[in-house]
């Protein structure tokens, strides 16, 4: 196992929809300070987690998530860090440690479980430079664009839903639609909306 010398450290870089599995989806880990990418295959609850997060959308009520860091404060646990520690058969192990300022645990968990809690209280995530030579690899920023172009066919409708595709709604329509979503707790649709709606936000001129 790595030393904490030797650990790379990684930050939630996106999340896309998994061309391996259908139903999953592919969360996007970046090496900080460093050219590479590790894509963890998560399933839907754990994206739709992992995505609420990354649009700082706020449920009606609380995910399992949420709840559990919120028991973990109540009772003055700090989760410390993740350690994705191992890679075997297309799986990634993952380990949280914990402390209550006086006992610290470290204790198994899925990797999608740990990087969902992590992103709630800021806790640093790491891996060992052999997971990230076996299993990353460098990305441009244009191909994430490009996957997402991917999934819509070419006369302005979803390929999926016959319907105009939301990449030609208004920022308007895309803010009310979300808020929508979420009333009616359709977090996975949500978490697509905030997707579009924060491209199209980025791509506006001051």
């Known amino acids: 196992m790595a030393t904490n010398e030797d650990r790379i450290r990684l930050k939630v870089m996106g999340l ?20 590479y990418r590790i894509p963890v295959v998560i399933g839907a609850a754990e994206a739709q987690s992992i995505a609420l997060k990354m ?26 860090e993740v350690f994705i520690y191992k890679f075997e058969d297309g799986i990634f192990s993952s380990e949280m440690t914990f402390s209550d300022g006086e006992r610290t645990v470290s204790i198994d968990s899925r990797t999608s479980d740990a990087i969902a809690i992590a992103m709630r209280t800021g806790a640093p995530i790491f891996t060992t430079p052999e997971i990230l030579e076996e299993t990353g690899f460098e990305m441009e920023i244009k191909e994430e664009g490009e996957s997402h172009e991917g999934n819509e066919e070419e006369d302005g409708t979803d390929s999926t839903h016959n319907e105009p595709k939301l990449e030609n709604y208004a920022v308007e329509e895309l803010e009310k639609t979300l808020n929508k979503l979420i009333e009616r707790e359709e977090y996975e649709e949500a978490a697509k909306v905030a997707e579009i709606l924060k491209r199209k936000r980025g791509g506006q001129q001051p």
Do not use: C, N, W
């Not at 706020?58 to 028991?71: A, E, G, L, Q, Y």
């Not at 973990?72 to 410390?80: I, M, Q, Y």
């Open 55 to 80: 649009e700082s959308i706020t449920p009606p009520r609380p995910m399992t998530h949420d709840i559990f860091v919120s028991f973990a404060h109540a009772f003055g646990v700090k989760l410390l």
């Open 16 to 35: 896309s929809y998994s061309q391996i599995q259908a139903g999953a989806y592919a969360l996007i880990l970046a090496q900080v300070g460093g050219p």
